[in-house]
């Protein structure tokens, strides 16, 4: 139903293959980034969530420069899997954590490979100013960009107790900032936060209100090393079926235009490092189980979908 797919949701993945004519792959890139919630300039400790990678599920040493780790990263992805197009994707801790002139250095480090189109910068909405969008902006006119922002909730009690240091407002604030400079946004949830299914699918609302481009959807878990698992073990949080998270994001799709590019509908497991849920560990199994629970319903993404 998109993309020319038997998907019944807008997959990122089939959607870059339209636009470029082939399978376009993510490099993965470590340009030694922190964090102001882990480095002490907003509070101590970080996300409850974050583990010491940074939500970075697959690095290559930073002590490589930028220029070898897209070269690294073109060579293993095009002899396994046969890749020719590829983009450039700043994942660990907060991508835009330093002034614009070093930003412009390291962006541009990451496109010089003739075969990368691309670059996706992930950070947080309040790691950005006049300056960056700019920069990023005008990197844009030349290669297909996106800002990823860590939104994970839509509701400030829950930012609060995951210790996230900054609020929805802040979020929206900097979405608009981005959007008016013409750049792509994808915003990250976590579902399954001490919310209600009621409040996870508010925020679904909130994201088709304001036309996301794109939405990648995790699923809270418990990784080695972070307060989340100390909380786990300690009886103060569980987490959901593998079948209750397969149906609140069917529900979450339905509710998203049609338009939204979905990057993630499950992660890989972080298996080192996964304490719980288990279940996790199976990331096809779920993504299966999303498309036929899709099609038992007879629905697609967009389906619940009403403009004003």
Not at 102 to 108: D, R
Request: glycine content about 6%; overall charge neutral; charged content about 25%.
């Amino acid at each position: 139903m998109f993309n020319n797919t038997d998907k019944r949701y807008n997959q990122f993945s089939a959607y870059l293959k339209n636009r470029f004519g082939a399978k376009v792959y993510k490099i993965t890139i470590d340009a030694g980034f922190s964090c102001p919630n882990r480095d002490g300039t907003i509070s101590s400790g970080g996300c409850i969530f974050c583990d010491d990678t940074g939500s970075f599920s697959q690095a290559h040493s930073n002590l490589f420069s930028i220029e070898q780790q897209v070269e690294i990263g073109v060579e293993t992805l095009s002899k396994r899997f046969k890749a020719e197009k590829f983009m450039s994707y700043f994942q660990a801790y907060s991508n835009t954590y330093k002034p614009a002139k070093e930003l412009e250095t390291i962006y541009k480090a990451s496109l010089k490979h003739p075969d990368v189109v691309g670059i996706s910068i992930g950070t947080r909405p309040d790691c950005v100013d006049e300056d960056k969008l700019n920069l990023i902006s005008d990197i844009s006119k030349d290669w297909y960009t996106w800002v990823e922002y860590g939104l994970q909730s839509s509701h400030n009690h829950t930012l609060m107790r995951i210790n996230r240091g900054h609020d929805y407002e802040c979020f929206v604030r900097a979405y608009e900032k981005t959007k008016e400079k013409g750049i792509n946004v994808c915003v990250h949830v976590i579902l399954g936060l001490w919310e209600s299914r009621d409040e996870m699918l508010q925020t679904a609302q909130r994201l088709a209100d304001l036309n996301v481009d794109g939405v990648k959807i995790h699923m809270l878990c418990a990784l080695k090393g972070t307060p989340l698992a100390k909380m786990y073990e300690n009886n103060e949080i569980d987490f959901m079926s593998e079948d209750d998270y397969v149906s609140l994001v069917c529900d979450f799709l339905e509710i998203l235009p049609k338009t939204t590019t979905i990057h993630r509908l499950a992660g890989n497991g972080f298996r080192k490092s996964l304490i719980a849920p288990r279940w996790l560990g199976a990331k096809l199994d779920c993504l299966n189980k999303i498309d036929r629970e899709l099609l038992k319903r007879n629905s697609y993404q967009g389906f619940k979908h009403f403009t004003n």
